[in-house]
């Protein structure tokens, strides 16, 4: 793979895991964050990766050199507001949850430098990632919404992995790519109500739509075509985090020149593979390779179809802000 892709992770978090080491025990210090995970996937793809974002506290003057330890070309913004932080213990097996500190709101100047840096960065790499703070209150949806558009204007292309307001915000600059999950949409897992989101996902400015629904097939919305994803059927150590490398592998993907739907192979690909291993974001780019080869897009329906049926149906509502008030069906 080539090419290159900006990731915007307004505020990265520090992860401390405590683990059962034969008679012993282990503790591990990592970045985290929603961001972070995606940035280090795109790495192990073999795609280089510039992560924007801020830092500050403690936690912050940590968290920097971790992630460029990870071979992540880090473009920092230092600022007061102290990044957020979790403690999990997994001795007993399980994920436990010891403690967890919220970043805090970034403050306007800080904001400000760091949209800066991001849209600086993104104007000069191919494929440009908007990925969200743990905590929705750090950044503002409008932020998103702004570097959606400003990217957008001047020839770069958007992945957004978002949720909410700022997935509402980020839906007015048109991105490139949404990738979202059933439960952030606040639909069921059942076909007709995933396609019937894509479609309404496609009408408020997304181009191209991937949902994802926890173990099962996710759906894709690629040009005019409704597609079922099947994956190999894998063995899951940790679910957490397959949506989070799914978008890496799009990412990774699309930078590298790739059509949408061998990118959502890829994707499909990424998040497979990660459920196997405990680590977020991890993965090997020859497994990922591998696993590709075995990733079928099943077509299910039209886009053209599924609105022209919407518009003869009760509306179904999704949790994002006003959505479905924003779209006209015909």
Same mark, same amino acid.
């Given at each position: 793979m080539s090419g290159s892709v900006m990731v915007f992770a307004p505020a990265p978090q520090l992860t401390v895991t405590i683990e059962r080491r034969g008679e012993g025990q282990e503790i591990h210090l990592h970045p985290g964050g929603q961001g972070v995970w995606q940035a280090?996937?795109?790495?192990?793809?073999? !795609?280089?990766?510039?992560?924007c974002a801020a830092f500050g506290?403690?936690?912050g003057r940590? /968290?920097?050199? /971790?992630?460029?330890?990870?071979?992540?070309? !880090?473009?920092?913004?230092?600022?007061?507001?102290?990044?957020?932080?979790? !403690?999990?213990?997994?001795?007993?097996?399980?994920?436990?949850?010891?403690?967890? !500190?919220?970043?805090?709101? /970034?403050?306007?100047h800080e904001l400000d430098e760091l949209y800066g840096r991001t849209l600086a960065e993104g104007l000069a790499a191919d494929l440009c990632v908007l990925s969200g703070a743990a905590h929705p209150t750090v950044v503002p949806p409008d932020t998103f919404r702004r570097l959606a558009i400003d990217l957008g204007q001047n020839g770069r292309r958007?992945?957004?992995? /978002?949720s909410g307001e700022h997935l509402d915000a980020v839906l007015a600059g048109q991105p490139y790519m949404v990738r979202v999950s059933h439960e952030d949409l606040g639909v069921g897992t059942d076909i007709d109500s995933l396609m019937t989101s894509v479609c309404r996902l496609r009408a408020a400015g997304a181009k191209t739509v991937v949902v994802t629904r926890a173990q099962r097939p996710a759906v894709a919305l690629i040009g005019d075509v409704i597609y079922e994803v099947i994956t190999p059927s894998l063995e899951a150590a940790d679910a957490r985090g397959a949506g989070d490398s799914l978008t890496a592998g799009l990412a990774a993907a699309l930078a590298s020149g790739e059509t949408g739907i061998e990118a959502v192979r890829c994707g499909a690909a990424a998040g497979a593979l990660n459920v196997t291993r405990h680590g977020l974001g991890t993965g090997e780019r020859s497994a990922v390779r591998q696993l590709r080869e075995r990733v079928r897009l099943v077509p299910i329906g039209n886009a053209a179809d599924q609105v022209r049926g919407a518009s003869e149906r009760p509306e179904i509502r999704t949790s994002t802000q006003d959505l479905a008030e924003r779209i006209e069906l015909p």
């Open positions: 280090r996937m795109i790495a192990a793809l073999g !795609v280089p990766v510039v992560l506290g403690e936690v940590v /968290l920097e050199p /971790l992630i460029a330890s990870e071979g992540i070309t !880090v473009r920092a913004v230092y600022g007061h507001s102290r990044n957020g932080a979790y !403690v999990h213990d997994r001795r007993s097996g399980s994920r436990v949850d010891v403690a967890e !500190v919220a970043g805090e709101p /970034l403050s306007r958007v992945v957004a992995d /978002l």
